[in-house]
């Protein structure tokens, strides 16, 4: 405390004392009387009567030291208690405690800088505390960061742990496991409540009685161990077991203990002098606040702490000098910051109203940062802010949230004050606190506790249903008494989001006060300090490298995001109410010219167009022509080196590394990047483990580009004339190409901080909303449950009474456990998938939109956007659509047609622009455009996009199959066509629902909603030229053999596999490999269908030179698929009866329907001409059977001709059947087109010649020899040269390249011969 030295000369702000000389003639010091009543008043001790004025002794400033020193003294038996509080009975060890980094841990851990908080990064590490106990009581706190694997307790020293075994899994070895509810010493058993982040354990042990126990959150759980080994030799240390990316952080005692418990002693003792002066020096300070003083009357005056103000008294401020001469040495320190500092400004913040809450902070603040020198403010700053994020990160929820409205209420206030809020920017909140705790709001998990039942006192839950939209939904009629249940859950939810709105506003509130932009008296404003972190922030959470846990946990990020949105907006439509040319927030996107001037920093975020010194280097061109950017050559040569050693250590770095820090267990004191920070408390942390030292090496910083026409800064080199720009600079906007409007949308931070907002929700914040949609889930899976009992219990007969209770018990469960989860799913509902939530997600996908459509514009210049903007664009609209259901629709929003509209055209666009070349973009857009297409309201849209476009789309769907992902592409053709194909009408697969018809869960498909629109369009565009329906269906054929031949082969090996006696197990890759080639298959089949019934003369009309080859084709791959599916007792008939899991779809009705469709529409809707054409080829392919067209209608045999068909077999497969889903008029088409083939086949028969083996094609021995090659002569039927003519022009025989193909007839060459001769 005698570190500021012990004269009274002030060196501290330039304050000193002055003589009495100077006083009476300049200062105004008050006349003595008043000066000693005043500081009497401010210096009377709070545990003393006060003395009379005609007793005490006249104070001055001459004697105050003297006094103060009386004031604050301590006993010395206090004093020397707390110097030798390593001494204390029953405890060992250094007197601060901390963790044992150099020894005391097994495996691979990540330990803060202050040795309390610690990461695991291993299978199971273990770690314990450097101080020991062996008598009396004591406890310690674990504040959970994260709610995963871990074991808490006590251990001794001669445990010993590995990566399999923790504390608690040996001998004198006692833990706490709040994950899997469980106590563990050797053996386990169920203790406790289940955990969650955000709770704080208590670890107690009372070493007089033997005895062990656990709090949460200040709640015992009840005596965990007894008759614990005691005597000489056995000492017990804090000790912990953690599994990979879980995190807590200790308190023993360094911070005021959160659940003090009666008793029991933290194992560091508090600064018990310090806080007797602190207090004491606090209650002075009060004082001056309270007192005002006026010469004028020679009096005190009491004032208001909020209505007192620092005048410039002389007076007043050498009494805050004397105070804060002796109290800024104790703000420093962490525990009196918390006990002190901070329970006096949550009083401020409590006694008044926030006006005057944040009114008397300000004096504070004001008088700290005037009366302390400025390390010691903002030592005393950063504490403060970390106490303050632990107290609200740790708080428990009550029903009105006021702990967390108290700690919001005082971080606003501290961070309206300007000096404060720059400070804590610059150096605290993004450096070493991770604020995005504060606009976190944790979600409970035991609701009884949360106060959650007097909240919402009636529970409802939602039928099951659909999350694809209404489209799908099956409605139910409610009864009365489940209306009246909805409606009051409805209003208990509407109670609930009032009060979390109240918290989210003061969220929105600090943000605003760090995007205030109008600050910049004196220095930089705060928005733009706040652009420099948040860019680190995200470079943080978006490098993968090392695969270290996440900065921000993705729960915090969604709700850093919807505040972000809501500040956003806010100074956005400010800016647009001063200055009508720029643009509300309602239409925001972001200027394509961001993306390629180098303004702003996407780290190594993958580009449309690939890496952005490729980019660079093929597209200056048009940089210098549409945006006058020009690229220097020496930039494009350190970018393309730079890429090439990028990963790269430099030398010297490795030169200078520490040989100690390669001992295993050694801190290693490298400087760290920031991204190895806990999200525990947000500070730097040591790395136990050898592992660390390449990982922990600082990657070599890039060289700054220089270009001609801009400059490449780092975030943290710009300016704000850098961003915003000036009279002749455009700032973020530089390189506006001609397409965009000169006028600014808005200013360009602005534009900064949105770009950010974007990559957050590409991030993490998708998953996360897909991760919370689960409660939902149980909720509906428990819901079904409990239908199924109950539907049990009215069937179970009265005599059977054991069945009833056991029905009953398990209603109650089902019932409780429905309660429970149907208020967490309120309250999920107003944090994540509220209303409000829904339209902060839906204004990012309008503002991808408008983005991608501007980015568009500039042509190749759009290769520079990058991939996460169209990633958002998808990912968005499938979260409105599945995440936000049922309580809210999409339908609602407004704009939904035009936004579906606009989305629709760029997926239609960009699915198959050669702009894009990453491979999973490119995926994923076309995954998205086969979901757009499966729905009514999403499927319409792409049928309002402009008919270019839509023919564009159609054109790029039609291209060849080969050298590109096929798959999709077929699925969404197929989504075209269904509901027009035979038989192709049904939701769920028909064979399913006949051997399964009360399973709910069955495979489900959406709805058909085909589109005569689109396919008019294919039809066109195949009639279009003469190359374009060949090129397409002889890919078509080449993927279906393929797919199909696979097919075979796996269920060959399936089969084979569960022949062999002996046990074994088929791969269940292969099982959905297998099933995906099956799909496959018939997906080609209903493409195949759709064609020809678009364009049958594709196929029928043999004046086209393609058609006779590819319904040979076609035929030939026809009756492959028949034969294998309809033999008697095959391989296809024993792998379907298997009814192995994963192959649910494989049966034969999906693709003996497919085939019967083609069949019918050849032989039965086409021209007579056409009809006849393809019955003869379809006759003439060897392959042909009828008895599999005799299968299709369960007939073993085919009938006689002129006779009526027999009646199926009921133990055979018949499309009979499967009325529910083949039409009558379908029926009578499969019967005609049998009695048709039977006629035919039989004329064939009787017409048809013997013919002699040399006659034969050398080829396929299917068909007479018809075609002779040029020049060479050699011959083969027309079938098979076709077809090797489109791969390959080489002959057959001798490799001579065929010249011609023309016809040849036996009777005719031979004739010719003879005349010759």
Not at 360 to 365: I, R, S
């Amino acid at each position: 405390m005698a570190s500021k030295g012990a004269g009274m000369a002030f060196s501290r702000k330039s304050h000193r004392l002055t003589s009495d000389a100077e006083k009476s003639r300049v200062t105004g010091i008050v006349h003595e009387k008043l000066l000693d009543d005043y500081l009497h008043r401010i210096f009377s001790s709070t545990d003393r009567a006060p003395t009379a004025a005609t007793s005490r002794k006249l104070l001055n400033f001459q004697n105050l030291p003297e006094h103060l020193d009386q004031l604050l003294h301590v006993d010395e038996e206090a004093e020397e208690e707390e110097e030798s509080q390593g001494k204390v009975e029953g405890r060992l060890g250094p007197s601060t405690v901390v963790l044992d980094h150099t020894g005391g841990f097994e495996g691979l851990l990540l330990v803060d800088d202050d040795l309390l908080g610690v990461i695991g990064h291993s299978n199971f590490g273990t770690i314990r505390s450097t101080t020991c106990v062996y008598k009396g009581k004591w406890v310690y706190e674990v504040l959970i960061s994260s709610q995963g694997l871990m074991q808490i307790g006590w251990c001794t020293i001669n445990c010993r742990f590995n990566q399999e075994e923790g504390v608690g899994d040996t001998h004198n070895s006692y833990a706490y496991d709040g994950n899997r509810v469980r106590k563990w010493n050797v053996t386990t058993t169920n203790y406790g409540k289940a955990w969650a982040a955000g709770d704080i354990v208590s670890c107690l042990i009372d070493l007089d009685e033997g005895t062990l126990s656990f709090c949460l959150n200040g709640v015992s759980l009840g005596t965990a161990f007894e008759n614990l080994s005691r005597g000489l030799g056995m000492a017990y240390f804090p000790a912990i077991s953690l599994s990979f990316k879980e995190s807590v952080a200790f308190n023993f005692g360094s911070r005021p203990l959160r659940y003090p418990v009666v008793g029991y002693r933290p194992l560091q003792d508090p600064p018990s002098a310090d806080l007797v002066r602190a207090q004491e020096l606090l209650g002075c300070f009060q004082a001056v606040l309270s007192v005002e003083l006026d010469p004028v009357q020679g009096r005190l005056v009491e004032k208001e702490s909020s209505e007192w103000q620092l005048q410039g008294q002389p007076t007043v401020l050498l009494t805050l000098a004397h105070i804060f001469h002796r109290f800024a040495p104790l703000l420093r320190k962490v525990y009196l910051v918390e006990a002190v500092l901070m329970s006096f400004l949550l009083g401020v913040v409590e006694a008044g109203t926030p006006a005057q809450a944040q009114s008397v902070v300000h004096q504070v603040l004001d008088l700290l940062w005037l009366f302390m020198e400025d390390y010691e403010m903002q030592d005393c700053l950063k504490q403060l802010m970390m106490s303050l994020l632990r107290l609200y990160r740790f708080s428990p929820i009550v029903p009105d949230l006021g702990l967390q409205i108290r700690y919001l209420r005082l971080t606003i206030a501290i961070l309206s004050h300007e000096k404060s809020r720059k400070f804590l920017l610059s150096h605290v909140l993004f450096d070493v606190l991770r604020s995005v705790v504060f606009f976190y709001i944790k979600s409970p998990l035991r609701v009884e506790e949360a106060g959650l039942q007097e909240l919402i006192p009636t529970t409802w839950w939602p039928h099951r249903s659909s999350r694809e939209g209404k489209d799908s939904k099956e409605v139910k009629d409610e009864t009365s008494e489940e209306r009246l249940r909805r409606r009051a859950y409805e209003r208990g939810c509407q109670r609930l989001k009032k009060r979390i709105e109240v918290v989210e506003e003061l969220q929105v509130q600090i943000l605003k006060l760090l995007l205030n932009n109008q600050d910049d008296n004196g220095g930089e404003a705060s928005r733009y300090i706040f652009l420099t972190k948040f860019r680190k922030f995200l470079q943080e959470n978006a490098s993968s490298r090392g695969n270290m846990p996440m900065l921000c946990p993705p729960e915090y990020m969604v709700c850093f995001l919807h505040r972000l949105i809501s500040a956003l907006r806010y100074y956005w439509d400010e800016y647009k109410a001063s200055n009508p040319c720029a643009t509300f927030s309602d239409e925001a996107y972001i200027p394509p010219q961001v993306f390629y001037n180098g303004k702003v920093d996407y780290f190594d975020l993958q580009r449309l167009g690939g890496l952005l010194s490729h980019l660079r280097k093929t597209l200056k061109d048009d940089l210098a022509s549409k945006a006058n950017i020009l690229i220097d050559p020496l930039e494009l040569q350190a970018a393309t080196m730079d890429d090439l050693d990028e990963d790269e250590e430099p030398a010297p770095a490795a030169a200078q590394r520490p040989m100690q820090a390669l001992a295993v267990g050694g801190a290693l004191p490298l400087p760290r990047p920031s991204w190895l920070s806990s999200p525990t408390l947000g500070r730097a942390n040591r790395f136990l483990s050898t592992a660390a030292v390449s990982l922990m090496t600082p990657r070599r910083p890039l060289s700054t580009s220089e270009k001609v026409k801009v400059r490449t800064l780092s975030a943290e080199q710009r300016t704000r004339e850098d961003i915003e720009g000036s009279q002749w600079n455009e700032g973020l906007l530089v390189g506006r190409p001609p397409e965009e409007p000169e006028q600014p949308l808005t200013e360009n931070s602005l534009l900064e901080v949105l770009d950010g907002a974007i990559m957050m929700y590409n991030l993490s914040v998708h998953q996360q909303l897909g991760k919370m949609v689960g409660v939902s889930d149980d909720v509906n899976e428990y819901a079904m449950a409990l239908r199924d009992t109950e539907d049990k219990l009215r069937r179970c007969p009265k005599r059977r009474k054991d069945i009833l209770a056991e029905l009953t018990k398990s209603q109650k469960v089902f019932s409780e456990k429905l309660d429970h989860l149907s208020r967490r799913l309120a309250w999920v509902h107003a944090t994540v998938y509220s209303q409000e939530k829904m339209q902060d997600i839906y204004w990012l996908l309008r503002v991808c939109l408008r983005t991608i459509e501007h980015g568009d514009r500039t042509g190749p210049l759009f290769a520079f956007m990058p991939e996460f903007y169209l990633s958002v664009a998808i990912n968005s609209y499938s979260a409105l659509k599945n995440y936000f259901g049922p309580v809210h629709s999409m339908e609602e929003l407004p704009g939904y047609e035009e936004t579906l509209t606009r989305l629709a055209a760029i997926l239609a666009k960009h699915f198959a622009d050669t702009r894009i070349v990453g491979t999973d973009i490119r995926d994923s857009l076309m995954q998205a455009l086969a979901s757009y297409v499966c729905y009514p309201n999403s499927l319409r849209a792409v049928e309002r996009i402009p008919e270019e476009q839509r023919i564009a789309m159609v054109r790029s769907l039609l291209a060849p199959y080969e050298q590109r992902p096929w798959a999709q592409t077929n699925w969404i053709l197929v989504r075209l066509w269904r509901g027009c194909g035979f038989g192709y009408r049904y939701t769920r697969l028909p064979h399913l629902l006949k051997t399964k018809p009360e399973d709910a869960n069955l495979p489900s498909l959406q709805k058909p909603c085909p589109s005569t629109l689109l396919q008019q369009h294919m039809a066109d565009l195949l009639r279009e030229g003469p190359d374009v329906a060949p090129s397409f269906l002889n890919s078509v054929l080449n993927q279906l053999n393929w797919a199909f031949s696979e097919f075979i082969g796996m269920i060959q090996e399936i089969q084979q596999a569960a022949e062999r006696l002996e046990r074994n197990f088929v791969d269940s890759r292969q099982l959905k490999v297998c099933a995906t080639c099956f799909d496959l298959s018939v997906s080609l089949l209903r493409v195949l269908e759709m064609t020809i019934t678009l364009v049958p003369e594709i196929f029928l009309d043999w004046a086209q030179p393609t058609s006779e080859m590819l319904l040979r084709r076609l035929a030939q791959l026809l009756n492959q698929v028949l034969n294998r599916v309809t033999a008697e007792r095959n391989l296809f008939d024993r792998v379907v009866t298997l009814r192995l899991p994963g192959l649910e779809s494989v049966d034969h009705y999906p693709i003996l329907v497919a085939v019967t469709g083609i069949l019918v529409r050849l032989l039965v809707h086409g021209p007579a001409s056409g009809t006849e054409r393809a019955t003869s080829v379809l006759l003439a392919d060897p392959c042909f059977q009828l008895r599999s067209i005799c299968y299709l209608l369960g007939q073993p045999e085919p009938p006689t001709p002129g006779t009526a068909l027999p009646a199926p077999d009921q133990k055979r497969f018949s499309l009979q059947s499967y009325t529910d889903y083949i039409s009558v008029e379908e029926l009578a088409q499969v019967e005609q087109m049998l009695a048709h083939l039977t006629s035919a086949s039989a004329q064939a028969a009787a017409a048809s010649l013997p013919t002699s083996e040399e006659d034969l094609c050398p080829i396929c021995y299917a068909h007479p020899i018809s075609a002779v090659f040029q020049p060479c002569g050699h011959k083969s039927c027309k079938a098979c040269i076709n077809q090797h003519l489109m791969n390959n022009k080489d002959c057959f025989f001798c490799k001579a390249t065929i010249m011609s193909v023309e016809d040849w007839d036996k009777a005719a060459s031979a004739s010719a011969t003879s005349s010759a001769a």
